[in-house]
Every structure is written in C-alpha cells, then in structure tokens.
C-alpha cells in the first residue's frame, strides 16, 4: 500500500523559534495533502489542504502566518511553525489524497513540544 | 459535511466479531461513509468506505442500512492488536477532505 513519511517523529524546541516538519509520499505522486493536529485525548483536527504548485487552504481559525505550509513537488509538503509557543505543542500528521474516494493515507504524525 | 455519532468506548473479547455502530442521520445521497482507525500515537490507518451497499475488504465488513442513516463496522475476529479509535466519518468524494469527530475507543481484552 502507499506509505507516507514524515521527519522528524518529535521535535522539541524553544519558544520563538521556527520548526519545519516534512510529509513525503514515499511510493505514489500526491498532488493533495493534508495537514491535522491532535492534542491528547482529542480527534484530529483539520488544518489545511495543501495542493501541489498552489498555496495552501487553511481551515476556519488557523493562521496560514504561522502554520506556512509549501508543498513544492508532487511527493514533499511542508509545514513550518513559525514563532513557536507552548500552546503550539501537539501531533502534527500529515495524509496524501488516495485514488478512492475520500480514501487518505497518514503519516506517522510528529510530536512537537515547545519549551 | 453530514455529522456522526458513535459511543464513546465499547470493550469486545478477542477472537470474537466486534461490531461498531455509526449514525449518521442527515447524510445526503452522495456522502460516503467511511472508518478510520487510530492506534495509539500513530497516524489514522483506513479501514474501510462504503456509499450505499455492504462491503468487505480483508480488514472488515460495513454494513450500511438501506436508509443510508447509520452503518455498522464488523471486525470478524478482533485482536488485541485491534485495540484503537475507530472513527466513522461522513463526506464527499470530491476535495476528499475527512472531518473526524470523537470515534469509538476499543479494547480488545483477552
């Protein structure tokens, strides 16, 4: 089946600084990807749909300043935090477009704690 | 999208069927339903769609009423590597963008 990476699987960083974390599709070209946060104990959270050689559309509520999302080939999208802060801190995964229907592969998800 | 909802936990013994409902009452008529499951600090993992008739893959069985207003997930034989967060969601084909609600915590005992 189509795997999806991401790197780094958790992160620690001090607040204020910038951290990117990358999504690849590993065997398949996804033009669409997908960007959630999870806090604990809560379900996913859609933040952004990120096409291929156009700009990210960010869901209701999320700063597209802050969460720059680049998906600058068909197998590698983006996601810098931009002046981090402890609220910040969560799972961050990424999923690429399926050939079905509403069909979605995920990332392993990566773990970000601001300090 | 349309909105589901699902119990909030349901525990199944291993090596038995382990069936998990979904209500969706306001779906439209091109919504698919689709499962997702989650294992502990993992991304989701697809499970399994459905539009209007039962289907079956190798991981499970959905059973979609013929009002299209609820639909159950069958696990035939759980495991205890089973144990997750099922989430069924409701959403176009088109954009494929998948909302998750709160899902059903499973726990596969011995």
């Known amino acids: 089946g189509a795997v999806v990476s991401q790197h780094p699987s958790w992160v620690i960083c001090k607040s204020g600084t910038s951290v990117k974390i990358e999504c690849r599709s590993l065997?398949?070209?996804?033009?669409?990807m997908f960007w959630y946060r999870q806090f604990p104990k809560q379900s996913l959270m859609l933040m952004a749909t990120?096409?291929?050689?156009?700009?990210?559309?960010?869901e209701q509520g999320v700063e597209k300043d802050k969460f720059l999302i680049n998906h600058a080939s068909l197998t590698l999208s983006t996601l810098t935090v931009t002046s981090a802060h402890p609220e910040d801190s969560s799972f961050y995964i990424c999923?690429?477009?399926?050939?079905?229907?509403?069909?979605?592969?995920f990332g392993p998800g990566t773990r970000l704690t601001v300090t | 999208d349309a909105k589901t909802t699902q119990p909030t936990s349901m525990d199944c013994a291993e090596g038995r069927a382990a069936n998990l409902p979904c209500n969706h009452s306001?779906?439209?008529?091109?919504?698919?339903v689709y499962w997702y499951r989650q294992i502990h600090s993992q991304g989701p993992q697809y499970i399994i769609h459905?539009?209007?008739n039962n289907e079956t893959n190798e991981m499970a069985s959905l059973i979609i009423t013929e009002d299209r207003k609820s639909s159950t997930l069958i696990l035939p034989h759980a495991t205890l590597r089973d144990t997750a967060v099922y989430y069924c969601?409701?959403?176009?084909?088109?954009?494929?963008?998948?909302?998750f609600g709160g899902g059903t915590r499973v726990l596969v005992k011995p």
């Open positions: 306001t779906i439209s008529g091109n919504e698919y």
């Open positions: 999923s690429a477009r399926g050939l079905a229907p509403g069909e979605q592969y």
């Open positions: 990120s096409n291929e050689g156009s700009k990210a559309t960010y």
């Open positions: 065997d398949f070209q996804a033009t669409t």
């Open positions: 969601i409701v959403g176009k084909a088109a954009g494929n963008k998948l909302t």
């Open positions: 459905g539009l209007k």
